[in-house]
């Protein structure tokens, strides 16, 4: 497993190192900062100071250089717009969006493997179609729609939670409540397809024979099976998470990496971009070998 | 019979499809006691595994549903039993093992872990389980319990993975043992040593054993009565012996007429020429030997059978042969030239002479093309009969070869049986009118009744056709019936070879020796007088 886990790591160093050359070179070509930065009057000459500033007229070659020799040393350089070191700019922000992700990502799959197995073990009952009909709502409503509504609902008529903004618990329920809805009712589907064949698996055959409980026979015997493919999708739907939630964020006015990154590229502040686009590739590259993880634990045939 | 341990009387099950109602079994009744041996006899879809079923509460309601019958075990209805208290029956007094242990095993825990959990789900202490696992696992042959426990399913072979279903089962000491054909997946001497197994737990234990098969050789060495089921009827019942010799019902007569292994022995002639003569084939798959200085010849119009276990490398024999692996050395003369070495153009037109039959039809036929484009496809290959017309009539005409109607050639593979499936593979070999087929188990996955028809089929071909048949199978009966010579291997060797006369009635080898005292005669005094000798001081 050990060995699984090395080459994953070394794979994704490589894709980050990719990454970076791709993101340095994609981000030349949107504009120049001078211009977007500076009064629409400035001269020249100031345009020029400003380059000289920020190292922006030296060639590109010299520029990228520069770029890889600051990476290494973890060094972002300043955000332009905030006169900080973007690297804080960027975790400051990621300390938001981390626990917005994680608190999500935790209800939504407690939530959709208890109700996707339950679903599946009563498969054509009343329960079944309820939660086939609620996840199939929750996978296709446009999350800034639902947003809206949310806020409509809860903080403007009835006024239970605030609308926007952070500093009190309160304040997390809606974002939330309204980033669960579309992962629920994707990975519940998923639960639900995979649970359904995997009750269906002999061994659970020699479950019943056995005389095994049915909760023991679902939570336990078919579960498990049924989880490898759901990992995947969980995954997937944590990594969008992960990249900041930019329309949740951006409505409830959340000071998390996604509107941090929306600002700054509207603005060309190229180096919280690129802080912000390494420091959530990392993040991502993490919860894959998490990913990987869970599945060598959960499967011991990749263990042997 | 009214004080049976466990009783099914009158039982009638219907399935519920979308073709409308099957009725897969109806009015079943059949007992068992302590201590006997009770054999269910049929072929596939005979119905004779749902009763066992329906014992153990298996049968999933809907589709199936129980239309009339009692299941009486110790004088009360389960079918009047709540879900509960049947469960709380299922593994302490009835358990059950399966035909797959593979499948039947969670691949996810460790075998420990799923024999501990019979004890557990029962409500008994861990440790106290643990303990009768380790016991048991001993017991039923498997080295190193300790470690045993914490491997994973794959990591066993098949005959110890069976083993180890059998030690889950006994942790209860159950009353009564239900085995759904818990021997069709594994080798024949596996086979013996698992029927070996079953029958001295019996003895120590005391439980009862019902034993689903098609196998009439697993009936004679181990069943005390046997009812025999066709479509969903019980059409004879009695003991083994006398349902053996003198069977009642035409149904239970074919069955046992169509037992392989009793027609009589050919002498082969070996005044035609050479086909194939293979010379020191080697073949290695990283570190393993699949082939090692494999050397046989084969005569026009013959057929030579390659037996062996799995993994013996009979089917990498084939492969080679064909260049569908390449041979690493040796030759393999086709006429008197080297098939190995033979450039593309040359091995195109060698390979229409030689045709290939696989066992599953299931899987080796196209479900998307018609019978006829499946049989006249190698036409367009090997650009061969070009006119549409021509196509037609010879399509008509080697279905008719095989049995089949001309007008079956517009229909799709799963129009048919699995017998006529085979029948179309056949059919499609034939089309390239070629001078050896190869057999690759061509008639293991079938029905004893139809196996022997195929067996006849290709027997006539062999005779009217002159075609030569490479055999390869498992089932030391059918070779038997059909081959000339017999070539044994064992771990990618030749162990022994030469006329089938020969290897039955006289084999050298210990292994050849061996591996026919473990194949099973469908005649009940025949396994006990074997039994007797084998038990008897050597």
């Given at each position: 497993m050990t060995r699984l886990i090395g080459q994953r790591a070394i794979a994704s160093l490589l894709s980050l190192m990719g990454l970076m050359i791709l993101v340095f070179f994609l981000s030349r070509l949107t504009g120049d900062p001078a211009v977007l930065f500076l009064p629409i009057d400035a001269t020249e000459q100031m345009k020029q100071q400003f380059r000289a500033l920020h190292g922006l007229d030296a060639p590109l070659i010299e520029q990228f250089g520069r770029y890889v020799w600051d990476l290494v040393h973890l060094d972002f350089g300043e955000s332009l717009r905030k006169a900080r070191p973007a690297i804080d700019v960027v975790l400051e922000a990621y300390a938001w969006t981390l626990p917005l992700a994680l608190i999500t990502m935790g209800l939504v799959v407690v939530a959709a493997i208890v109700l996707g197995a339950l679903a599946a073990f009563n498969i054509g009952g009343f329960f079944d179609r309820l939660v086939s009909v609620v996840s199939l709502i929750g996978a296709s409503a446009p999350d800034f729609w639902i947003a809206i509504v949310a806020i409509v609902v809860f903080s403007l008529n009835l006024a239970w939670l605030p609308t926007s903004g952070v500093g009190t618990p309160m304040h997390w329920v809606l974002p939330v409540a309204v980033l669960f809805v579309r992962p629920f009712g994707l990975i519940v589907q998923v639960v639900r397809g995979s649970m359904l064949s995997a009750l269906t698996a002999p061994y659970v055959k020699t479950a019943r024979a056995k005389g095994v409980k049915n909760g023991p026979i679902i939570f336990i015997h078919t579960l498990r099976n049924a989880m490898l493919p759901v990992i995947t999708v969980i995954g997937d739907q944590a990594a969008a998470l992960l990249n900041g939630a930019v329309v949740v964020e951006t409505i409830f006015g959340f000071p998390g990496i996604g509107k941090l990154m929306i600002d700054s590229i509207l603005q060309r502040d190229f180096n919280v971009v690129l802080a912000a686009i390494m420091v959530t590739a990392i993040a991502i590259f993490l919860m894959n070998i998490l990913i990987d993880i869970a599945y060598s634990l959960l499967d011991p045939r990749i263990r042997h | 019979m009214a004080d049976a341990l466990l009783e099914v009387r009158n039982l009638s099950v219907d399935f519920h499809t979308a073709h409308g109602t099957v009725?897969?079994?109806?009015k079943v009744g059949w007992s068992v006691n302590r201590g006997e041996t009770l054999a269910i006899l049929g072929e596939s879809g005979s119905g004779k595994s749902v009763s066992a079923s329906a014992v153990m509460n298996l049968l999933d309601m809907p589709p199936a549903r129980i239309v009339s019958g009692e299941i009486l075990f110790e004088g009360r209805d389960l079918l009047k039993t709540s879900a509960e208290e049947r469960r709380a029956l299922n593994g302490k007094r009835i358990a059950m093992i399966f035909q797959d242990p593979l499948g039947h095993l969670n691949p996810v825990y460790s075998v420990g872990w799923q024999i501990v959990e019979m004890m557990t789900a029962h409500g008994r202490p861990a440790d106290a389980a643990r303990a009768r696992a380790l016991e048991l696992i001993a017991r039923v042959g498997l080295p190193e319990p300790e470690r045993a426990m914490h491997k994973y399913p794959h990591q066993f072979s098949g005959g110890q993975r069976q083993r180890l279903m059998i030690a889950m089962a006994l942790m209860l000491k159950p009353d009564i043992l239900i085995a759904d054909e818990p021997t069709t997946a594994l080798d024949v001497t596996i086979q013996a040593e698992v029927l070996a197994l079953l029958k001295e737990l019996q003895a120590e234990t005391g439980m009862g054993l019902v034993l689903i098969t098609h196998d009439l050789g697993v009936v004679a060495e181990i069943a005390d009565r046997v009812v025999v089921m066709s479509d969903g009827e019980i059409v004879e019942a009695g003991t083994a012996g006398d349902v053996y010799h003198r069977p009642h019902h035409p149904y239970t007569r074919k069955l046992i007429g169509a037992a392989p292994g009793k027609g009589e022995i050919r002498r082969p002639d070996d005044s035609s020429p050479v086909l194939l003569e293979i010379k020191d084939l080697c073949k290695t798959y990283g570190h393993v030997p699949a082939l090692k200085n494999v050397s046989l010849a084969l005569h026009k119009g013959q057929s030579l059978a390659v037996v062996g276990e799995s993994g013996s490398g009979k089917s990498t024999l084939a492969r080679t042969v064909l260049r569908l692996e390449t041979a690493d050395s040796g030759e393999a003369l086709w006429k008197g030239k080297d098939l190995i070495a033979m450039n593309a153009r040359d091995l195109l037109s060698v390979r229409r002479q030689i045709q290939m039959v696989f066992q599953d039809p299931t899987q080796s036929?196209?479900?998307?093309?018609s019978v006829y484009q499946i049989i006249s496809e190698g036409w367009d290959i090997h650009r061969l009969v070009p006119d549409r017309a021509a196509r037609r009539k010879r399509v008509a005409e080697l279905l008719e070869q095989v049995g089949l109607l001309p007008e079956h050639a517009q229909r799709y593979p799963h129009q048919f049986s699995g017998g006529q499936r085979q029948r179309i593979a056949i059919a499609r070999a034939l089309a390239l009118e070629p001078e050896l087929i190869i057999c690759d188990e061509a008639v293991s996955a079938l029905d004893v009744s139809i196996q022997a028809q195929v067996i006849a089929l290709l027997d006539s071909l062999r005779r009217r056709l002159g075609i030569s048949f490479l055999f390869i199978a498992h089932d030391l009966g059918v070779v038997r019936d059909f081959a000339d010579t017999v070539v044994v291997m064992k771990s990618g060797e030749i162990v022994e070879s030469g006329p089938t006369g020969e290897i039955f009635e006289d084999p050298q080898q210990p292994y050849t020796q061996r591996l026919l005292a473990a194949n099973l005669d469908p005649d009940p005094d025949v396994q006990a007088q074997r039994r007797l000798s084998a038990s008897a001081p050597a």
């Open positions: - | 009725h897969a079994v109806r036929l196209n479900p998307r093309m």
